[in-house]
């Protein structure tokens, strides 16, 4: 089976707090790409970062940081010092190619993160 | 940077009617375009892919008749939700595939309530 799963449904932290917000994947493909994505209540989604999966370095972008895990198929994502502004939908993604060459984004069921003043 | 957009933001339309949304590639030839449909709480779930020129891949269950793409041009593609109903209501978002190394940009979505 391939897909993305993040269990954590629903995530409340008091501002300043770190949080982690996980996720695993299943695939049989060797290449891969993972992707998070943040949707603010606006609806849109914001890119955060794409990894492929022959680099497990773990990536650091400000507040944020990821960790990848090819032992444990997980790509979980960490924000430091939450702020009120960092409130949203997080989704993983992976990046699957179909039985028909097709490519496609399977996105988790993302997790709702609220920061609390 | 690589810019998507989707229009209309928010549409309302009577049951039977047919609604059209659009989803630009601003900066970049999309060569690929995807429809997603968003229910509230829920995850992104993909509709469609289409590729320039041809016909439009559906997922298993989705509907060709009802929910119609065109993706005429390299920065164009639309999604038609014919004879809509109440069920159809719903957020839809459209990404697009440039040239770049699998990269994705997403329009800023559409959420369409049928009365």
């Known amino acids: 089976a391939q897909k993305v799963t993040q269990a954590q449904t629903e995530i409340s932290v008091v501002e300043k707090e770190d949080v982690t917000l996980d996720c695993v994947y299943e695939?049989?493909?060797?290449?891969?790409?993972l992707f998070w994505y943040k949707q603010p209540p606006s609806g849109e989604l914001v890119f955060l970062i794409r990894?492929?999966?022959?680099?497990?370095q773990n990536e650091i972008s400000g507040r944020y940081s990821w960790n990848f895990q090819k032992s444990t198929s997980s790509f979980n994502f960490t924000i430091t010092a939450s702020q009120v502004v960092d409130s949203a939908v997080y989704f993983c993604a992976l990046r699957l190619i179909s039985n028909f060459g097709n490519e496609k984004l399977t996105f988790g069921t993302g997790t709702r993160l609220t920061i609390i003043p | 940077g690589a810019v998507v957009s989707q229009h209309p933001s928010r549409v309302i339309c009577k049951s039977g009617t047919s609604v059209k949304i659009e989803c630009r590639s601003l900066?970049?030839?999309?060569?690929?375009m995807f429809w997603y449909r968003q229910f509230p709480k829920q995850s992104l779930m993909l509709m469609a892919t289409?590729?320039?020129?041809?016909?439009?891949?559906?997922e298993q269950g989705v509907e060709k008749d009802k929910f119609l793409i065109n993706h005429a041009s390299l920065t164009l593609s639309t999604l038609t939700v014919t004879s809509a109903h109440p069920e159809d209501s719903s957020f839809y978002i459209c990404?697009?595939?440039?040239?770049?190394?699998?990269?994705?940009?997403f329009g800023s979505g559409t959420r369409l309530t049928v009365v």
């Open positions: 695939t049989r493909d060797t290449t891969y790409y």
């Open positions: 990404s697009a595939r440039g040239t770049g190394p699998y990269g994705y940009t």
């Open positions: 289409s590729n320039e020129g041809s016909k439009a891949t559906y």
């Open positions: 990894r492929n999966s022959f680099d497990e």
């Open positions: 900066d970049f030839q999309a060569t690929t």
